[in-house]
């Protein structure tokens, strides 16, 4: 059970990521790729229409939504884009994963977290 469910996360992962690639293809009409556009940010956004925290339902847009609206793109894409996009996908996610870079990040992240709290912290202390 658990390995079905991690081989369709890694199909949804898949698929954002040809969905990302066709809202950049220039030959995706317009709505498609704004519709593309719209479906990719939501899939890699960490806030959902439903937070996840809300037992069940919260990830009904996450098994339901999301792969609805990636397979309205799909069907609504030309087959030489979405060819494309899928080629580029695999080339994605065939590259090797930098455990330094995401650390870099991380680290920015919460370097700009910290230095955000700390103005806050110093605004709050100052006018209190």
Known sequence: MIEK?????S???NDALIVYFVARDPNTPLFVRLLALAIAAYAMSP??????????IGYLDDIILLPL???????LTPK???EASRSKA????AKPVSLAAAAAV??????????FGFLVWNASAGHS
């Not at 469910?5 to 996360?9: D, F």
């Not at 695999?90 to 996610?93: G, H, T």
Request: net charge neutral; aromatic share 4%.
């Open 5 to 9: 469910l991690k081989a369709a996360a």
């Open 106 to 115: 991380i680290v920015i992240w919460l370097s700009c977290a910290s230095g």
């Open 90 to 93: 695999s080339e994605v996610i």
């Open 80 to 82: 030489n884009v979405i």
């Open 47 to 56: 806030i959902d229409l439903i937070p996840d925290f809300i037992p069940i």
């Open 69 to 75: 609206g990636i397979m309205l793109v799909i069907k």
């Open 11 to 13: 199909r949804v992962t």
